[in-house]
């Protein structure tokens, strides 16, 4: 079975900082997608960046880059210069081919003005 | 495009009783998924549904049923509410069942069970 682990419940960072939100899973597939979506307050969910598993080069979308360790099954977000609008719950998860997502517990990322 | 629509969006029903929630994905998609999202659980996965037919279901217990009509639209039905079932109930849709692609979630519906 797949599994998706967040282990920081809550980050802080200022705004135009760098901040990095970590990820790890587990599966036993050799095909499988990773997703980082994000969650803002009393808003729809959103994806943010996507990685297919059997690419190396790393997805970056404008400020938003990951760091993805396919041997260590790690998968973190990269925010740089935060701005307060990425204030949000930020959810990892992961799909197989045919699957369906299978989500971390999220982090709560909060921007400091 | 509109995107995923959900109805209602606030739910109050009482145990025992059974609800009704639909979905409307963005034109032109066919598979929808339905999750269940708690604070104590998280994000989990209900069921998807592809041209009519469950492709995946996840690990509810049978009060938690769904279907998908032939224009897409999708239902789910919770019989005999338990208070454990409170919680935001999302409903995401893509083009096409295959992974790897973007899922559009709606707002939610958010049932509250007394």
């Known amino acids: 079975a797949q599994t998706v682990t967040q282990s920081q419940p809550e980050m802080s960072v200022q705004e135009a900082e760098t901040v990095t939100l970590s990820c790890t899973y587990d599966?036993?597939?050799?095909?499988?997608?990773l997703f980082w979506y994000k969650q803002p307050p009393s808003r729809q969910m959103i994806l943010v960046i996507r990685?297919?598993?059997?690419?190396?080069q790393n997805a970056t979308e404008n400020r938003f880059s990951v760091n993805f360790q396919k041997a260590a099954k790690s998968f973190s977000l990269k925010i740089s210069d935060s701005q307060l609008g990425d204030a949000a719950m930020y959810f990892c998860?992961?799909?197989?081919?045919?699957?369906?997502?299978?989500f971390g517990k999220g982090t709560k990322l909060s921007v400091k003005p | 495009k509109a995107g995923v629509t959900q109805t209602p969006r606030y739910l109050i029903k009482t145990r025992g009783q059974q609800v009704t929630l639909s979905c409307s994905p963005i034109?032109?998609?066919?598979?929808v998924s339905w999750y269940q999202q708690t604070p104590g659980q998280g994000l989990q996965f209900l069921f998807e549904y592809f041209s009519e037919t469950q492709r995946n279901k996840g690990n509810f217990p049978g009060r938690f049923s769904g279907r998908q009509f032939s224009n897409s639209r999708s239902e789910m039905n919770v019989s005999t509410l338990e208070l454990g079932d409170s919680a935001l109930y999302l409903c995401?849709?893509?083009?096409?069942?295959?992974?790897?692609?973007?899922?559009?979630f709606g707002p939610g519906t958010r049932l509250t069970v007394t």
């Open positions: 998860a992961s799909e197989r081919s045919q699957g369906n997502l299978i």
């Open positions: 995401a849709s893509s083009p096409i069942a295959d992974g790897g692609y973007e899922q559009y």
């Open positions: 034109s032109g998609h066919r598979s």
């Open positions: 990685q297919e598993a059997y690419k190396q």
């Open positions: 599966t036993s597939e050799s095909d499988y997608y």
